[in-house]
């Protein structure tokens, strides 16, 4: 039972290359969710999915795209990057029952130059 | 708009002793509240949560109250271990419970 795991663990990009980011969770938990974590800042929602099929604007949506690709993988897309986009991505997954407690992955560290 | 606080500066305690965690939070009526637990270089574990009609919980040496009229959670960690330094999030969720909004977190180091 590997829990949340996300790849790659480390990106440096260029701006405007693309890049996905993959998360998968074997829990067989409904939620996923990307967060973005900057210093100071906490952790902002990106985009999540409350379902297999669904998936919704957070926090701070701009300039990421998301593909629920099946109840176990939700992966996060950077189209054209961006020096803003240099963050530590997280990954969650949840059942969505009683406590609502996230499991979150390891993190990707992506810098853009 | 909603805001969630947390002290942004570090706690130092020394082993042994009571760390007190604050998070206060605007312009929000959350359904629960959760403590989350990061290391370094890792995703946050989470801890505890507390329900608003709920004024306190506790988990071994974790004691988390709730106050929904000061709009403020307390967290402690009772008998401090070097082991226990870490960064420590809170997070509110609303009554649709798929969403959390998480504060910027407090690093809290025991030192021995």
């Known amino acids: 039972n590997a829990g949340v795991t996300q790849t790659p663990k480390f990106q440096v990009l260029k701006t405007g290359q693309s890049m996905t980011l993959q998360c998968a969770q074997d829990?067989?938990?409904?939620?996923m969710y990307w967060y973005r974590q900057d210093p100071g800042m906490g952790l902002r929602l990106i985009y999540y999915s409350a379902s297999e099929g669904t998936t919704d604007k957070g926090e701070v949506p701009n300039g990421y795209n998301v593909s629920r690709l099946n109840k176990r993988e939700f992966s996060l897309r950077l189209e054209s990057a961006a020096p803003s986009q240099t963050s530590v991505y997280f990954c969650?997954?949840?059942?969505?029952?009683?406590?609502?407690?996230?499991?979150f992955g390891p993190g990707t560290r992506l810098t853009v130059t | 708009s909603q805001k969630i606080e947390q002290n942004s500066e570090a706690l130092n305690i020394q082993e042994g002793k009571t760390a007190t965690l604050t998070c206060n939070y605007t312009n929000y009526s959350p359904a629960y509240l959760q403590w989350y637990r990061q290391d370094p270089g890792r995703g946050p574990v989470f801890l505890l949560l507390i329900r608003e009609n709920e004024k306190e919980k506790r988990k071994e040496r974790l004691k988390v109250t709730f106050d929904t009229t000061l709009k403020q959670s307390l967290f402690h960690i009772t008998a401090s271990q070097p082991a226990d330094s870490a960064t420590y999030l809170c997070a509110l969720v609303g009554n649709a419970g798929n969403m959390l909004t998480f504060g910027g977190g407090t690093r809290l180091m025991v030192k021995p």
């Open positions: 969650a997954s949840t059942s969505g029952q009683s406590s609502y407690e996230q499991y």
């Open positions: 829990m067989n938990h409904n939620s």
